[in-house]
């Protein structure tokens, strides 16, 4: 089984910044694609952004600019630092990673426990 700890959401004014952070453990034998998505009241469940890897990146139209991923594939660990923060970016931010428990596993995508980001002055 593998476990995904998301931290460091919270409250921050409009314009300002937060750095989540994602740690995977468990019976991680590879990791692929690592990635947040985010779900705000009301609505359905969006991409925010992704990573494979070799590095390459995806973000959704209205993070491009403001949001950056990033990971550490030796701690299996992903980043998303936000920036210029808006009150639209308030959401219930998830993690996921696409890992492979043993070489011949099929792929499996795990979630985080989701962290509340409130942008509000």
């Known amino acids: 089984q593998v476990q995904l700890v998301e931290s460091g959401g919270g409250l921050v004014q409009p314009g300002g910044s937060l750095r989540l952070s994602c740690a995977a453990s468990?019976?991680?034998?590879?990791?692929?694609?690592m990635g947040w998505y985010r779900q705000a009241p009301g609505l359905n469940r969006e991409l925010v952004a992704s990573?494979?890897?070799?590095?390459?990146?995806y973000y959704a139209d209205s993070m491009k600019g403001r949001f950056t991923i990033a990971r550490d594939g030796s701690s299996n660990t992903q980043y998303l630092q936000m920036d210029s923060l808006r009150p639209e970016d308030t959401a219930v931010y998830y993690c996921?990673?696409?890992?492979?428990?043993?070489?011949?596993?099929?792929?499996?995508?795990?979630w985080g426990q989701g962290t509340q980001v409130t942008v509000s002055s």
């Open positions: 468990g019976s991680i034998f590879s990791i692929t694609t």
């Open positions: 996921t990673a696409d890992v492979r428990e043993s070489y011949f596993a099929k792929l499996t995508r795990y």
């Open positions: 990573i494979t890897t070799g590095g390459t990146t």
